[in-house]
């Protein structure tokens, strides 16, 4: 084996590695929006870690090992009833259906409008995104 088959091997590894990696363990997304402010800008870039609250196939929406679930408070990307991916705080967990706000509630396109969402359509949980801010404004409800 040359040096040239070594080096498209590793290169194929590491390519077949990337992907595994952001189809199953985690992502960045960037944020579009207003919808989280003052917590997260329009234009941050926000880790997600898949793996969060289980290992899930991201063609089906189906988990093979769920260990968690959301708990109020936490950040998650998920798939909105409409289809579109969107970024919100827990706000509350119900059985299998959790209800999503936005921190700027004044100005989010949330749960207030359509409902509850299923657990199965979270995408993984945003890493690093503080959760006082949330927690000061429950507080003062």
Known sequence: MGKGDRIGIAILAAFSTAVVMKLF???????????????????????????????????SGRYLVRWATPKKGD?????TPLGVTAIKRCAEVIDDQFFARGDNR????????????????????????????????????
């Open 25 to 59: 363990l985690f992502d960045f997304v960037i944020i579009e929006g207003s919808s989280m402010l003052p917590t997260i800008k329009q234009g941050a870039v926000v880790f997600i870690v898949k793996t969060a609250y289980g290992v899930r196939l991201p063609w």
């Open 75 to 79: 950040v998650v990307v998920f798939s």
């Open 106 to 141: 004044t100005v989010s396109f949330d749960s207030v409008f359509y409902g509850t969402v299923p657990v199965s359509r979270i995408i993984g949980k945003a890493w690093g995104v503080p959760a006082f801010l949330y927690e000061a404004e429950e507080e003062r409800e």
